[in-house]
């Protein structure tokens, strides 16, 4: 059974940082291709970051230069590590894992307000 946890949500201010990991269990990590997602209310979910299981990375435009993605296969855990932040940042991040079908887990709050 995969199981993909996230954690490290919150509030923070503008221009703050948060760090999300995403906990993975059930699955073969090093194959599979990992993503964060996000979801802002009222919209679609979208592609923020992804990272192959070479480490290839891809980023949308809009978090380019502030957000990184990174794997650690040790720990079966994927980050996002989020500086530079912006209200419009603001929705529910969903941790993905995706090989021939994708798995995702129950997402994590990001609110940016002052």
């Known amino acids: 059974q995969v199981q993909l946890v996230e954690s490290g949500g919150g509030l923070v201010q503008p221009g703050g940082s948060l760090r999300l990991s995403c906990a993975a269990s059930?699955?073969?990590?090093?194959?599979?291709?990992m993503g964060w997602y996000r979801q802002a209310p009222g919209k679609q979910r979208e592609l923020v970051a992804s990272i192959t299981s070479t480490s290839t990375t891809i980023y949308a435009d809009s978090v380019k230069g502030r957000f990184t993605i990174s794997r650690d296969s040790a720990k079966n855990t994927v980050y996002l590590q989020m500086n530079s932040l912006k209200p419009e940042d603001t929705a529910v991040y969903y941790c993905?894992?995706?090989?021939?079908?994708?798995?995702w887990g129950q997402g994590t709050q990001v609110t940016v307000s002052s």
């Open positions: 993905n894992a995706h090989r021939r079908t994708d798995s």
């Open positions: 059930g699955i073969i990590f090093a194959i599979h291709r």
